[in-house]
């Protein structure tokens, strides 16, 4: 079966994924990937993403067909939709990218703006929010992001919201903020990456009262209490589960290896590897 991979990013993208073995980055990238449980010989893997062949090369690799590259826009890791649409344009059809936009930097006007360049200009899929990182950090449902919620719905595209255990403030790593959004917008997918872990059974409680939320954990799927995860995958939320690897986090290979261990049933782990991406994003997998 095909392989969508919905949390990538390529390693030369900025010194935060490990591009600058002179910056104090690259001992954390190593360190995050140590706790997310990286095979020690492969602490260094995301080394060989340092360019779009290497990074293609892990994708091939992993078996991977398509490769979701959320970037980010927040203080200390700002990458331009710009440039991360150069590296989507080296092969439209197996690297889709997401725009990342940061309200609090341009204010509501232009980071409005910004994201509707990025769909009906640069063919980004989605637009990601980062909603506890930015300077002014804030839960999902937060007023001020309302209107880019607004305008995923209008344009039709899925909206990331991110959060986790490396949320500044864990007070906001908040699923059940995502449960106000899915009822304000219940006609807009809500893609919650790294599934607001370690708030487990919140978020999946969330997607079973809304099935426009889908739950993304990525590397935080094979942390402790991950298997939460996969027990609703298992029944109601087979349909809103995706599978991330978190490169550079955690390794590609690793990741779909580990992924296909997880006791999902062949039914979830179709939808989970592919086919809930692909009707998500569109991206023409199923003929």
Not at 99 to 112: K, Q, W, Y
Request: overall charge negative; glycine content about 8%; some cysteine.
């Amino acid at each position: 079966m095909p392989v969508v991979d919905m949390r990538s990013r390529p390693t030369f993208l900025h010194a935060f994924f490990g591009a600058d073995p002179q910056s104090p980055s690259y001992g954390v990238v190593r360190w995050l990937n140590k706790r997310v449980g990286t095979h020690d010989h492969e602490i260094d893997h995301f080394t060989r993403g340092m360019s779009v062949d290497g990074f293609k090369a892990e994708m091939d690799d992993a078996g991977i067909d398509v490769a979701i590259m959320v970037a980010r826009s927040v203080p200390g890791v700002r990458v331009s939709n710009d440039a991360l649409a150069e590296v989507a344009r080296h092969d439209p059809r197996r690297l889709i990218g997401i725009a990342s936009v940061d309200p609090i930097e341009l204010g509501r006007a232009a980071s409005v703006a910004e994201a509707r360049r990025a769909v009906t200009e640069l063919g980004f899929k989605a637009i990601n929010l980062d909603a506890g990182f930015y300077a002014e950090g804030m839960r999902a449902d937060d007023e001020r992001l309302m209107p880019l919620y607004e305008l995923c719905q209008e344009l039709k595209v899925p909206a990331f919201v991110m959060s986790g255990p490396t949320t500044p403030d864990l007070r906001l790593n908040d699923p059940l903020a995502v449960d106000r959004v899915a009822k304000t917008f219940p006609k807009l997918p809500l893609v919650c990456c790294h599934g607001f872990y370690p708030n487990v059974a919140d978020m999946v409680t969330v997607a079973f009262r809304n099935e426009n939320v889908y739950v993304s954990p990525d590397m935080y799927t094979f942390a402790a209490g991950g298997q939460l995860y996969i027990e609703a995958a298992n029944g109601p939320m087979r349909d809103q589960f995706l599978f991330g690897s978190s490169f550079p986090f955690r390794p590609m290979r690793q990741g779909v290896e580990d992924f296909r261990m997880l006791g999902l049933s062949e039914a979830a782990l179709d939808a989970a590897l592919w086919r809930n991406a692909d009707r998500l994003l569109g991206l023409g997998l199923d003929g």
